[in-house]
């Protein structure tokens, strides 16, 4: 149970839930003239209040693009590459951390990625993922962040059945990664070697904007995706970028690189957020796409009903009608009547040849039903969105989106338009925008048979306490529920601040052990019981010559409970661990390493374990890396567990823990009570 947060409005001058002045949509002077230092970066170019004023903006944005790309010579040959077309067409990208549960079996020690690709299906299906791999575990110890990724087993043919099953796969680049093993070579060739060895399509500038020449040459033939806003003269070498934390014009407005190019794929995404209407609708009137992220570094923020089915409504259409999108005329807030603008509604045109696409939004809390458009059906009308023909009335659903087709009278029907109709007509849609959370539940291990501890143990006398605890608060969160929501871009002193929770803790009797486990302890344990792990990748690894009194380090926290079975005890968990260390007697093993506890938690998506303890190593130059170096009997550090025995460090080892007769084990599980955040 958490009791007290702290108060932060005297340490917070930003006001965490309202855009910051970079993210707020940028006015374009009439004429389009605008300063590049502006123009070229602007997010999204704000429509303006009156609808009288659109004809002249459509035009200022017209002679805006002409103005930049003339100024910087703008090719846009990288998009003419067949081989790398399909960026423009990725309109559904996930960010995926490589060991989630829905893709890795942690049971089974498998990936197993058509379960993930059923288990998203409610959102319209992906047709990239960018398997995130290092963040927020790197900096453990000295793994560097390719490390993660080649010292996966089976990881290049994960990659395989993913291109099998029709997606795209992009691996992450942290560029913050500066304080871990260095190998001599430069990051751009480390980047482009992991590329080419598990056949990956793309590339993810974790916190870059944009690459830099290094990593354009060296990456040349691959899709390069910048975070957050790319610069006009990088469109021409980066094909994709993420539209991350763009607030938009009440009336939708333009992002400004997709009108700069048109091939240059856009994935809106606030990651916080549990209300993604907005997003959506931006992107539905720009042509652009979506990052699908429900877990955050270990953080569920999972999608609603409603917004799964606007995006599902969105993506049918835009896969459907790429080209029309794509090479189509494209007019920003074009065809809506004055009626549906005034009661929120507005829509964009889209034409190519005989067929003429309408996006149209709802920016109202309430459905809308009448004809919002100007323009009479000269031909067939359909509302593709809701797959029928259109009479008179559609009906807008509250935040979200409609679609209608109009085609020019004797026009032929694209091929990909009655089975477009037929499964929007299936779709029942949904309209509850309730958050579906979850719960991390502690995992109970199965008991071992009761030994009786050493005197050297120190007794914990069962009780219910309030216990202090400290950590810092990191995109990971704690133990329950998201570290913000509904924020825009959290900066400090909202990130990576220390942090403390008062939790209410009941533990039964219990001694814990003095000391770790030492390495001669452990081969002791490996000879008399034969014990062999279930993946042995990694395995007591850069312990071949440490000094057998040394802890036991490069374990799994499956090896440290085989441990503790065997000698009739168990792993303590963290507030057993901590009560202990405040006690006389309990002492550190050299080199200090983290330890284990009994506290692996699981959502059904992320599953983590605290570590107690600190250890010698400490990975430097970033806040992005993991906690490091020793720290107080009350920090805490919520780790997320890899698989395939990459969660086995040479700074994470374990003591064990003998329960005791008397009142009992303990009853409550603290860890499900909110963090302070």
């Not at 703008?74 to 989630?100: I, K, N, T």
């Not at 001599?184 to 992991?194: F, H, T, V, W």
């Not at 931006?282 to 089915?309: C, I, K, P, Q």
């Not at 025995?645 to 700074?651: F, K, M």
Request: aromatic residues 10%; glycine residues 8%; without cysteine.
């Amino acid at each position: 149970m958490t009791h007290a947060d702290p108060d932060e409005a005297a340490t917070n001058t930003i006001d965490p839930l309202v855009p910051r002045p970079i993210d707020r949509p940028t006015t374009l002077p009439p004429g389009g003239r605008i300063d590049p230092a502006a123009g070229d970066i602007a997010k999204i170019f704000a429509a303006p209040d009156d609808p009288a004023d659109w004809p002249a903006w459509r035009a200022d944005l017209a002679a805006w693009r002409d103005e930049a790309r003339a100024r910087l010579a703008y090719s846009g040959e990288a998009y003419d590459d067949p081989a790398v077309r399909w960026a423009a067409r990725a309109h559904a990208v996930a960010q995926v951390w490589l060991w989630d549960e829905r893709l890795f079996d942690h049971a089974e020690q498998r990936f197993t990625p058509e379960r993930f690709l059923e288990s998203v299906a409610a959102q319209g299906g992906l047709d990239g993922l960018v398997l995130w791999h290092a963040y927020p575990v790197i900096g453990i110890d000295d793994r560097n962040q390719f490390d993660f990724y080649r010292d996966v087993p089976g990881l290049a043919d994960l990659v395989r059945r993913f291109h099998d099953l029709g997606l795209r796969v992009f691996v992450d680049y942290n560029p913050w990664d500066t304080g871990t093993r260095r190998t001599g070579r430069g990051d751009a060739d480390e980047l482009a070697d992991l590329m080419r060895d598990l056949d990956a399509d793309g590339v993810f500038l974790d916190t870059l904007k944009e690459g830099d020449a290094a990593l354009t040459r060296a990456l040349a033939g691959w899709v390069l995706e910048g975070e957050s806003r790319v610069a006009n003269p990088r469109i021409e070498d980066h094909l994709l970028s993420w539209a991350q934390w763009f607030a938009d014009s009440e009336a939708p407005g333009v992002q400004r690189a997709h009108w700069y190019e048109r091939r240059h794929m856009m994935h809106s995404v606030r990651r916080w957020n549990r209300d993604h209407s907005g997003e959506l609708q931006s992107a539905w009137m720009n042509g652009t796409g979506v990052l699908v992220w429900d877990a955050v570094f270990g953080v569920w923020v999972g999608w609603n009903r409603r917004d799964e089915a606007t995006l599902r409504r969105m993506l049918r259409v835009q896969r459907a009608a790429t080209d029309v999108l794509v090479e189509g005329e494209w007019a920003p807030l074009d065809g809506a009547t004055p009626e549906a603008v005034a009661a929120g509604v507005y829509a964009s045109r889209w034409t190519r040849g005989d067929v003429t696409l309408w996006t149209i939004v709802n920016r109202r809390d309430l459905d809308w039903v009448g004809d919002p458009l100007a323009a009479p059906a000269t031909g067939p009308r359909y509302d593709v969105t809701a797959g029928t023909e259109v009479a008179g009335a559609v009906k807008v659903p509250a935040r979200g989106v409609t679609g209608v087709l109009d085609l020019a009278p004797g026009a032929e029907r694209p091929a990909w338009l009655d089975a477009l109709l037929a499964e929007a007509a299936a779709d029942p849609g949904a309209t509850d925008a309730t958050f579906p959370a979850r719960e991390a539940v502690r995992l109970r291990p199965k008991p071992s048979a009761l030994q009786i501890p050493p005197n050297t143990a120190i007794r914990v006398p069962a009780g219910r306490r309030d216990l202090t605890v400290a950590f810092r608060r990191r995109e990971t969160g704690f133990y329950q529920g998201a570290p913000y929501v509904e924020e825009w871009k959290p900066l400090p002193p909202r990130l990576h601040d220390d942090r403390e929770a008062v939790l209410t803790a009941e533990t039964g009797p219990v001694a814990v052990a003095a000391n770790e486990v030492s390495l001669l302890q452990y081969r002791l344990f490996l000879d008399r019981s034969g014990y062999e792990p279930q993946v042995p990748h990694r395995f007591l690894t850069g312990t071949e010559d440490a000094d057998p009194a040394a802890p036991v380090t490069g374990v799994s926290i499956e090896d440290a409970r085989a441990y503790a079975a065997w000698a009739g005890a168990r792993l303590p968990d963290e507030f057993e661990w901590q009560l202990a260390a405040a006690a006389p007697g309990f002492t550190r093993r050299r080199p200090a390493v983290w330890n284990w506890t009994e506290s692996e938690h699981s959502d059904g998506v992320t599953r983590f374990a605290m570590l107690k303890g600190g250890s010698d190593h400490r990975s430097e130059g970033s806040d992005w890396y993991t906690d490091g170096g020793l720290k107080d009997p009350g920090f805490s550090l919520k780790f997320l567990l890899p698989g395939l025995g990459l969660e086995r460090s040479a700074s994470i080892g374990f003591r064990i823990a003998w329960d005791l007769p008397g009142d009992g084990l303990p009853s409550d599980d603290p860890s499900r009570s909110e963090e302070t955040a």
